[in-house]
């Protein structure tokens, strides 16, 4: 059953506020597409997050007190929106925004409008709670629920339940047994979001204009340097990136099946992740986040400064399949991206490369799930006051559509501009062979820092929509027309850049 909703009207709402206070519940979320640009103290105190990759249709969302909702001047500059009564959370269960991906061409076709993706939702859900429950495999030390072929885990109770609907997009109330598997659920199109237990500390304007400025100035000082291009053409291999792709889609022996972060073959990924780049020079630990999930690889490389400042590079390795088919290569998503950051990896090595400031190399799992890995690694950072001076995803790097040219997409909301300028110039710099643009695909990992004050952006593989027909597919391998590693080195190639000219480096004789 859909919740009942309050509208927001302007002025109107606070007027209507003050005289029927039964409206505001203690607990009621406040969520606009249209945020006015002064926006009142109480509810920059209790922002929630930007979810959607358009700026035209964003959710904003907020869990602002009582006391805010009833002051005269809170809800006066706003034009739309919806105060929507927030269920209670127990158990483990999630808030998760579900939204458009940015869909396009051919595959846009398949697109259903958001009143057909809940019922297919819902009925997926109960589809899965009337089949049997499988019996669990004992819980390794990190807690993991294995899941072997022909397996999904199921939930004992039917709670799904939407706690708002917009005209693009779903806010599920989802309860802890269906958090590991929400992504199964949904079409294709459409990915999840997990809102934070608690208002994001960093609040509304949230990264630092120190940080910004640092980024603006490097991007205003470069220049192209002989000696990083060699680095950069001689240290990123194309075979050694296939090859990478192909272990762990289960296209080379590898024997993995499926990267789920609820599968046996998420975690056996993480392990050989893991001694990958330690063979590189860089110290790695598994990091758990959730019980269940497979955990994030976190990977340090040393710094011949000590710097306390920190540069991230990150990509996902868990992968999503087709509705009710076990297999889930993930090639393209995010096997693209993970190989990506082995070759750079193996580019520092190969290349005798010593950073100046601390990089660390990220491999995030739960992406598919809402954001899981990252968000909890961001957040363990920000309580740690970590000064991190840039963070890039790299999330599908290599479809094209027949016929074009390489490519690459940079964010066009939700990431910090001055990170996206200083990669946009390096590309200029180090592949000239790429077309840059803007995308609306949504939504990735770099979404998590962001939200936590973190300079961050994204590298993708085209501009404008998704246009890869095995998007979220079973059929996501990366032996198939216009999957292209060409794309991928020369992405690659941007990424290593930004990372070494922020960092700093030296080259070992």
């Avoid at 929106?81 to 959370?89: A, F, Q």
């Avoid at 950072?381 to 790299?394: E, M």
């Amino acid at each position: 059953m859909r919740r009942a909703l309050v509208p927001v009207l302007s002025a109107a709402l606070a007027s209507a506020i003050a005289v029927q206070r039964d409206l505001v519940i203690e607990d009621s979320l406040l969520i606009t597409s249209h945020p006015p640009a002064d926006l009142a103290d109480c509810l920059r105190s209790s922002y929630f997050g930007t979810y959607g990759g358009s700026a035209a249709t964003q959710d904003h969302i907020f869990l602002p007190p009582p006391a805010c909702l009833l002051a005269e001047d809170t809800l006066s500059e706003l034009t739309s929106g919806s105060l929507v009564p927030l269920p209670e959370l127990q158990d483990g269960a999630r808030l998760v925004w579900v939204g458009p991906a940015g869909v396009g061409g051919l595959h846009a076709q398949d697109v259903m409008d958001v009143d057909q993706s809940w019922d297919l939702i819902s009925s997926r859900a109960e589809m899965m709670v009337s089949a049997s429950i499988p019996s669990e495999n004992p819980a390794d030390s990190q807690g993991q629920l294995v899941l072997s072929a022909g397996q999904h885990a199921r939930p004992s109770t039917p709670t799904l339940q939407l706690v708002h609907q917009s005209t693009s997009s779903l806010l599920l109330h989802v309860p802890a047994n269906l958090v590991p598997i929400l992504d199964t659920l949904l079409p294709s199109h459409l990915v999840p979001v997990a809102l934070p237990l608690e208002p994001l500390a960093a609040g509304w304007d949230p990264v630092p204009d120190h940080l910004v400025k640092h980024l603006a100035d490097i991007t205003a000082n470069l220049s192209f340097s002989p000696a990083l291009d060699k680095i950069l053409s001689d240290g990123i291999v194309m075979d050694d990136i296939r090859r990478n792709v192909r272990w762990l889609t289960g296209e080379a022996p590898s024997g993995i099946v499926s990267r789920h972060s609820f599968t046996e073959g998420a975690l056996k990924a993480a392990n050989w992740i893991k001694a990958k780049v330690e063979a590189t020079g860089a110290t790695c630990h598994l990091h758990p986040f959730l019980a269940g999930f497979a955990p994030d690889v976190i990977c340090h490389y040393p710094s011949l400064l000590n710097s306390s400042e920190h540069i991230i590079l990150s990509a996902h390795y868990d992968s999503r399949g087709s509705f009710g088919q076990v297999r889930a290569p993930g090639g393209d998503d995010d096997g693209s991206g993970s190989g990506h950051l082995l070759g750079v990896a193996e580019a520092v090595k190969s290349q005798g490369v010593q950073f100046e400031k601390a990089v660390t190399f990220a491999f995030f799992a739960g992406e598919e799930q809402g954001l899981y890995g990252s968000h909890y690694y961001a957040e363990h950072l920000h309580k740690q006051n970590t000064t991190i001076l840039l963070q890039i995803q790299a999330d599908m790097l290599a479809y094209h559509a027949p016929g074009e040219p390489l490519q690459l997409g940079l964010p066009e909301s939700i990431h910090t501009p001055e990170a996206t300028y200083l990669l946009s110039n390096l590309s200029q710099m180090y592949s000239p062979e790429l077309v840059v643009g803007r995308t609306a695909a949504c939504c990735s990992d770099h979404q998590s820092f962001v939200s936590y004050g973190f300079p961050a952006t994204q590298v993708f593989e085209r501009n404008g929509p998704i246009v890869d027909p095995m998007y979220h597919n079973s059929g996501d391998t990366s032996q198939r027309d216009n999957y292209d590693f060409s794309q991928i080195v020369s992405i690659a190639k941007v990424t290593m850049a930004a990372v070494l000219t922020v960092a700093g480096y030296q080259v070992k004789a």
